[in-house]
């Protein structure tokens, strides 16, 4: 599809992935600024979820590649990025609180009916207990990479969370969405269901986008853009066989999420987008182990996949 005289634009869709996936999507960062000879944080519009969600936060704010890769690797001389890194999640969330209130009517309506995998697992969110985990590491990041502004300087950084009652996901920093400053915000996309506690803004209670979608990569369809790079480390290409029990629960998860990009990329096609789409490949899931919080494999997956997603993107295209 032809843009007229408008300038070439791409977008950057990052999507969920917890501690280990964070380390893929940095290494994915980097083979991406090289084999593309692109630096991501020139995208005309950047969407993150969760995890990606941080890393489009860093990027927003001005933060190169080469010092996340430096963060993950613990060589940063950057004091912020430091601090951050000691206050990483752990394996397991803590004990969580009871739910008080009941489930919102569209999430009571998806779990009476019939559908697709990916609507019964965000309707599922909603019955979860709420999380007890301290996000208040992911607001200082976001206040300390942005003193004394709202908002990142990027001028369109979108941050993905899911209404808790209804389901409906929304892209913070888009024009669609209600005002929010980015710490809440960022708190909002990363609020894991029975992880960490539901963030209210605008009087609507909202948890980790990636209960709705791994990626939204189709909330950047009104942007227009002529390419899309979308990296995805809890969505695979084709189904990976599980090896152990494990494996097979955050595969049933794995599938539902593949499911859910295949057609929201789909959809970026049909507009006019070309594609390019990055995801995690067996042999990444095999050094990523089933437990994407677990920080014992954050380094391993970093160096492993340094390798592997360059290889990918020298494969790939967007088409």
Known sequence: MSNGNRPHRRGLAIGCGGTVGMAWIVAALAAAQEVLDWDPRTADVMI??????????????????????????????????????RCEPGRFPPLPRPRLNAPGRAVRELLARPGNGHALLTAGSGLLPQGSGDPAWLQRLAERLNPGRTWVPHPATWLVAMDDATGERVAFGSPSAPDANIGAALRASWAVPGWFPAVTIAGRDFIDGGAASTASADLLIPAQLDEVLVLAPMASTGRIPATSAGHFLERQLRNRMSEKLDAEIALLRAGGAKVLRLDATAEDLAVMGPNFMDGSRRLATLEHSLQSTRKALEQGDFA
């Open 48 to 85: 993150g979820t969760s995890a990606g969600a941080e890393a489009i936060t860093m990027l927003g704010s001005g933060i190169g590649v080469d010092e996340l890769v430096a963060m993950q690797r613990g060589t940063s001389g950057n004091p912020i990025l430091t601090a951050h890194m």
